[in-house]
């Protein structure tokens, strides 16, 4: 037995099907000896599909309802609020055995409602089908705990782990993108275009000729 929740809602069918989808982000970049390297960069987000079922009516077998019967349009209003308020919410799939415990853990997921459909049809009387995408919230950019020295005291020092803070390498070898779309590659920041092209004498950067080396420091 399943139980989808939308925040605290309830939904009153669980959808036949769930697809989670692990985005992937990993670039390739040409080399200058006519192969290829693959940098391998940290999982996109997690995107989960599925299609959900609203009865018309009251007379749905299968339908599972906290509070008593809601038409259609109370769960529209639920993914509209949820669509509009620009912020994330907890998504929860519960997986229950017949004995009431539960399956394997299903701990409430960050997620973001990005696109939804209402589909009617004749054929179905008054029920709607909604086919949703959700994507998994990015996570708060970890934190970089360092200790400083002022007047004799040690203090401690929080912050952001950025994209530029990373390790990047001494050279890479164009792929033939604009020098922004590498930059943006490499360091996360793709107005260093301006720094990269004047340390490697380039006039265009939108004109980077494929399989140049070129120096990032």
Same mark, same amino acid.
């Given at each position: 037995?399943?139980?989808?929740?939308?925040? #605290?809602?309830?939904?009153?069918?669980? /959808?036949?099907?769930?697809?989670? $989808?692990?985005?992937?982000?990993?670039?390739?970049?040409?080399?200058?000896?006519?192969?290829? =390297?693959?940098?391998?960069?940290?999982?996109?987000?997690?995107?989960?599909?599925?299609?959900?079922?609203?009865?018309?009516?009251?007379?749905?077998?299968?339908?599972?309802?906290?509070?008593?019967?809601?038409?259609?349009?109370?769960?529209?209003? =639920?993914?509209?609020?949820?669509?509009?308020? $620009?912020? !994330?919410?907890?998504?929860?799939?519960?997986?229950?055995?017949? *004995?009431?415990?539960?399956?394997? !853990?299903?701990? !409430? =997921?960050?997620?973001?409602?990005?696109?939804?459909?209402?589909?009617?049809?004749?054929?179905?009387?008054?029920?709607?089908?909604? /086919?949703?995408?959700?994507? #998994?919230?990015?996570?708060?950019?970890?934190?970089?705990? #360092?200790?400083?020295?002022?007047?004799?005291?040690?203090?401690?020092? #929080?912050?952001?782990?950025?994209?530029?803070?990373?390790?990047?390498?001494?050279?890479?070898?164009?792929?033939?993108?604009?020098?922004?779309?590498?930059?943006?590659?490499?360091?996360?920041?793709?107005?260093?275009?301006?720094?990269?092209?004047?340390? *490697? *004498?380039?006039?265009?950067?939108? *004109?980077?000729? $494929?399989?140049?080396?070129?120096?990032?420091?």
């Amino acid at each position: 037995m399943y139980r989808f929740y939308f925040d #605290k809602t309830l939904i009153p069918v669980a /959808p036949k099907k769930t697809t989670t $989808k692990i985005n992937n982000r990993n670039e390739t970049l040409d080399l200058a000896s006519d192969g290829e =390297i693959n940098i391998l960069k940290a999982p996109g987000l997690t995107e989960f599909n599925l299609e959900v079922l609203l009865p018309g009516t009251s007379d749905f077998r299968q339908a599972v309802y906290e509070g008593g019967f809601k038409d259609p349009s109370y769960f529209l209003g =639920i993914f509209e609020q949820l669509k509009l308020s $620009k912020k !994330p919410f907890l998504f929860s799939i519960v997986r229950m055995l017949d *004995n009431g415990s539960i399956s394997f !853990p299903s701990f !409430p =997921i960050l997620v973001s409602l990005e696109e939804y459909e209402i589909e009617e049809d004749a054929e179905n009387g008054f029920d709607v089908i909604v /086919p949703i995408k959700l994507l #998994k919230s990015r996570e708060e950019a970890p934190e970089l705990v #360092k200790t400083k020295q002022i007047n004799g005291k040690t203090y401690v020092e #929080k912050t952001k782990v950025r994209q530029s803070d990373k390790a990047v390498p001494k050279t890479i070898v164009s792929s033939g993108s604009p020098l922004w779309n590498m930059c943006k590659l490499i360091f996360g920041d793709g107005e260093k275009f301006r720094e990269i092209a004047k340390l *490697n *004498n380039i006039d265009d950067p939108n *004109n980077v000729p $494929k399989g140049q080396v070129l120096r990032l420091e």
